[in-house]
């Protein structure tokens, strides 16, 4: 599905400082603007026309790679030389990446990584999307950097450029409702803050990974795995975004360990209905009208205010089913979500977070006895072996522990 290596670059990106020659109250990382950028995308894309979000998907899937090799480069200079150089550049992006992605979908991803970076034209509105929900993350962010830097000279002029920038995305309804501060740019905003919430929060880790981190790294899976399975075109949206917002009610109740969830009776059923009130009053009434249902599809809520993202469904005719063999649904009518899988993917992902802490010498008994049981409730869904795919990184990690700290500008 993939391999350690690819992963071992996707979570380096949590330890990839923004904004870091700047005073900031919070670390700013990577991998959080990465994911605040997906979910924007999401939702500037579902208010336009025409768009094909197997490519949006892959677009931010290939900036993000490229973001990760590059980030020692700071953006405006990154742009100036692209210009001039951009055949050079995006050559030695593929060159420090092929090793990784060439074992995907046996060369096919590579390929189709190659074709992105040297053709402009390729998924051309989706990565007009893309660009708009990257500064739209970056202003987010900023708004949290102006607040300590209001003495340094030169921020007036970065405020000013930030702003300015909006102009080349107002075609966009979602960036204008966004901007204006309508009704979805609550939404937005709810999602960032979820790069508050720690995860793992009662131990040490290395990198620290937030909850908005890991909801795009169980999304990524969630790719991975869909085209493993050659799953149509709508049950890879679905997996995807699925995923992506599986945690986003923990901005309202935030984020509840396993052990403390399941620990006392009926507790899990508790916080799942709180966590259906929240939704109902403070997610839904803010997400655009005719995306409601869909969304509320997506975050798992079916039958009788009931909710679980982790089970297979479809959704045929305005009725949400369960169904047992997800393969038997493989058509974009059927609006297909492999549930089943998503939990898989989100317990690779937990699975992986304590792995490389352990690697880099943090080896709490938290950390420890967490990936022990995480390990242990690895399953194989649709042919895809997630524990064999555990035991590789984790033989990986505990060979080379080679993920290190690593900076960005911007």
Excluded at 8 to 36: G, T
Aim: aromatic share 12%; net charge negative; with cysteine.
């Amino acid at each position: 599905m993939i391999n350690p290596k690819i992963i071992d670059y996707i979570f380096s990106s949590a330890s990839i400082q923004r904004w870091n020659d700047y005073p900031r109250m919070v670390e700013l990382v990577e991998l959080d603007k990465q994911a605040h950028k997906f979910i924007t995308a999401f939702f500037i894309a579902k208010l336009e026309d025409d768009i094909n979000y197997t490519h949006l998907i892959e677009a931010g899937i290939f900036e993000f790679l490229r973001r990760i090799v590059v980030t020692d480069i700071r953006p405006d200079v990154f742009r100036k030389a692209i210009q001039k150089k951009s055949k050079e550049i995006n050559s030695w992006v593929i060159e420090k990446l092929k090793d990784s992605l060439e074992p995907i979908q046996n060369g096919v991803f590579l390929k189709k990584f190659e074709e992105y970076l040297y053709d402009s034209n390729m998924y051309k509105k989706e990565r007009f999307i893309l660009k708009a929900a990257s500064y739209l993350a970056t202003k987010w962010e900023f708004s949290i950097v102006y607040q300590t830097s209001k003495f340094l000279t030169d921020i007036e002029n970065v405020k000013r450029s930030v702003e300015d920038e909006i102009e080349d995305y107002y075609e966009l309804i979602g960036v204008r409702k966004i901007s204006l501060n309508k009704k979805l740019s609550r939404i937005i905003d709810l999602s960032g803050r979820l790069r508050f919430q720690k995860r793992w929060a009662q131990t040490p880790r290395i990198p620290e990974t937030s909850v908005l981190g890991h909801m795009l790294t169980v999304a990524l899976f969630a790719y991975f795995y869909s085209k493993d399975v050659n799953a149509c075109d709508k049950r890879l949206e679905n997996n995807f975004y699925t995923a992506l917002f599986h945690d986003l009610p923990e901005a309202l109740t935030r984020d509840i360990i396993s052990p403390v969830k399941y620990s006392v009776d009926e507790l899990s059923d508790i916080i799942a209905e709180y966590e259906i009130i929240k939704i109902e009053d403070d997610i839904l009434p803010f997400i655009p009208e005719g995306l409601k249902e869909e969304f509320s599809y997506l975050l798992g809520l079916y039958e009788n205010n009931k909710k679980d993202e982790f089970l297979n469904k479809i959704n045929y005719k305005d009725q949400i089913k369960i169904v047992d063999n997800i393969d038997d649904y493989n058509l974009d009518k059927y609006n297909p979500i492999d549930g089943k899988a998503l939990k898989q993917c989100d317990k690779l992902s937990a699975f992986i977070e304590a792995s490389l802490s352990i690697s880099h010498g943090i080896k709490s008994k938290e950390l420890q006895s967490g990936k022990k049981h995480i390990f242990k409730g690895l399953k194989t869904v649709q042919g895809i072996d997630f524990k064999e795919l555990a035991r590789q990184i984790d033989e990986e990690f505990g060979s080379t522990g080679q993920t290190q700290a690593r900076f960005d500008f911007d």
